[in-house]
């Protein structure tokens, strides 16, 4: 049997529960910040599609006071360096270039939000980071959001510069299929869930036919928690058992009638997310499960989402080197209040 370093992570993060505002879960809230390196052995040829990563849903929520509408409750940069390498952002950027959820402002700018990602980046070189990103209001045209877009985003300042640096781009050609871990390492890979000319302009459509996403819309409550997860199963076994390049992305996360605290730590009574996953992860097989977005994911879950990629692990390969990129840092956003 391979010996697995993440697998034995997982047992010891297990070992304790993780508590967040009175609740208790071993299976969630207590990301640690000691996965930051995981992807550094997997050999270049592997594809997005094959592997198995860790994410979180409406991921820069974790400032928020709303319960009905905080999903996380561990900082980015925590996030990042405790393994999770899929985020789900929306934005409005008319004046402000802020990160939201739904209405609300979740106190960060996207760019803090960005030099974050950049600065872990480099520091860690041989990751990739997969980002989602949303137009945030239904109200905001589409076509001022993609003119700030092009502005944020254009080479010539030192943001613009080292955005053309860190995220993955075919240029005019667009980009129409999932790359390869070698492809993007050091990159942010966008999946763009807004329209743009050409198709794939900032990255792969979030509707394009290489991406399959899959989220549990209709919810009485934790009362749906057994029906919602017996879907969201659904969708993880067939990401293990399709050969294609499509990319497979499982939210086990709240979207309406439910705190996202209660559906992904459950309740007295009801296991939640979770734990569903924990479990059913504890006697996976090892098939890949693709994309796994989460809200207050645990170390332990994340582990074992990690642990699911040792049969590509190249024992000879490391991370390479950093190299020690300068330019301005998310630092430099903090008085903004971040």
């Not at 034995?8 to 996965?35: R, V, Y």
């Not at 390492?185 to 794939?200: E, N, V």
Request: glycine residues 10%.
């Amino acid at each position: 049997m391979r010996f697995s370093l993440f697998a034995m992570l997982a047992s010891l993060a297990f070992s304790h529960a993780g508590t967040f505002k009175g609740i208790e879960d071993p299976w969630s809230f207590d990301l640690n910040g000691n996965n930051a390196d995981w992807m550094g052995n997997i050999p270049d040829n592997v594809h997005l599609s094959r592997l198995s990563i860790p994410g979180t849903h409406n991921s820069m929520t974790d400032k928020l006071d709303n319960s009905w509408i905080r999903s996380q409750n561990v900082p980015l940069k925590q996030q990042l360096t405790s393994g999770i390498r899929y985020f789900d952002i929306s934005c409005r950027l008319k004046g402000h270039q802020r990160v939201y959820h739904g209405p609300a402002d979740t106190g960060y700018s996207l760019g803090y939000f960005m030099y974050t990602m950049f600065d872990f980046l480099d520091a860690h070189p041989g990751e990739t980071i997969i980002l989602r990103i949303r137009k945030g209001g239904i109200l905001e045209d589409t076509q001022a959001f993609l003119s700030d877009i092009d502005n944020y985003f254009i080479s010539g300042s030192d943001f613009g510069d080292r955005a053309v640096n860190h995220i993955y781009s075919k240029g005019t050609d667009g980009i129409t299929v999932v790359p390869t871990l070698g492809d993007v390492r050091g990159k942010i890979f966008i999946l763009q869930d807004f329209t743009t000319s050409p198709a794939g302009r900032y990255g792969l459509d979030w509707d394009s036919p290489s991406v399959s996403s899959y989220g549990y819309k209709l919810s009485l409550g934790t009362l749906s928690l057994p029906l919602k997860w017996i879907e969201a199963k659904a969708h993880i076994k067939w990401a293990g058992l399709r050969t294609s390049n499509k990319l497979r992305i499982t939210h086990t996360t709240a979207s309406a009638g439910a705190t996202p605290i209660s559906i992904a730590a459950g309740t007295s009574s009801t296991l939640g997310m979770n734990g569903r996953l924990g479990k059913y992860l504890k006697k996976s097989e090892g098939n890949r499960i693709g994309i796994i977005a989460m809200d207050f994911p645990g170390q332990a879950l994340v582990n074992h989402i990690v642990s699911l990629n040792d049969g590509y692990r190249d024992p000879q390969l490391t991370s390479p080197p950093s190299d020690g990129a300068a330019g301005a840092t998310a630092g430099d956003f903090a008085s903004d209040g971040q």
